[in-house]
T-cell receptor, first 110, second 114 residues
Framework: GQQLNQSPQSMFIQEGEDVSMNCTSS?????WLWYKQEPGEGPVLLIA?????ELTSNGRLTAQFGITRKDSFLNISASIPSDVGIYFC??????????FGGGTRLMVKP | DTGVSQDPRHKITKRGQNVTFRCDPI?????LYWYRQTLGQGPEFLTY????????KSRLLSDRFSAERPKGSFSTLEIQRTEQGDSAMYLC????????????FGPGTRLTVL
């Protein structure tokens, strides 16, 4: 099925470093969402973006809804070991289903 | 805990058997969604309900799959005559159904078909 292009696929960083990941699509979305998933669990919502150009923060996380409505990025500042997990972007258009990216696996070295 | 709950968390079955999963959404959420996630991939949409009405179904949902939400609260997803390719994590999500429609996910049911 259709998926968003999410990059990078994986990142192995040192604790304290900043992280950036992004998501692109050939289609326009009205809403962009970022989720984090840990092994054996469901995705947990981190940030929701509802308007093109919107920049939203949640603690050390910042995400932006691209002006073209076809992309979004997520930044994590000063990473800590508990940031480890898989981060997914998801887009929603006029329909109600979410279309997900393939995920970015983040590993943090203490 | 008032989040989305799913039961069972794990299910191992033999090929050809029928299985049923249950999802209890966040109280008062009127939309309920089912997604399937295979290893190393993002979740893929299967179907969704607005109250008790099933409004959209993905082409991924073959005839062996059926979902119900009889009273507009909990939902069940049944897979008949399971195949090894059905092995996946089945995720349920719910939302208020507002314009923003932010979806909150449950912990999932991991199905293994032997």
């Amino acid at each position: 099925g259709q998926q968003l292009n999410q990059s990078p696929q994986s990142m192995f960083i040192q604790e304290g470093e900043d992280v950036s990941m992004n998501c692109t699509s050939s289609s326009i979305f009205n809403t962009w969402l970022w989720y984090k998933q840990e092994p054996g669990e469901g995705p947990v919502l981190l940030i929701a973006l509802y308007k093109a150009g919107e920049l939203t923060s949640n603690g050390r996380l910042t995400a932006q809804f691209g002006i073209t409505r076809k992309d979004s990025f997520l930044n994590i500042s000063a990473s800590i070991p508990s940031d480890v997990g898989i981060y997914f972007c998801a887009g929603r258009n006029a329909g109600n289903m979410l279309t997900f990216g393939g995920g970015t696996r983040l590993m943090v070295k203490p | 805990d008032t989040g989305v709950s799913q039961d069972p968390r794990h299910k191992i079955t033999k090929r050809g058997q029928n299985v049923t999963f249950r999802c209890d959404p966040i109280s008062e959420h009127n939309r309920l969604y089912w997604y399937r996630q295979t290893l190393g991939q993002g979740p893929e949409f299967l179907t969704y309900f607005q109250n008790e009405a099933q409004l959209e179904k993905s082409r991924l949902l073959s005839d062996r799959f059926s979902a119900e939400r009889p009273k507009g609260s909990f939902s069940t997803l049944e897979i008949q005559r399971t195949e090894q390719g059905d092995s996946a994590m089945y995720l349920c999500a719910s939302s208020w159904g507002l314009a923003s429609d932010t979806q909150y996910f449950g912990p999932g049911t991991r199905l293994t078909v032997l």
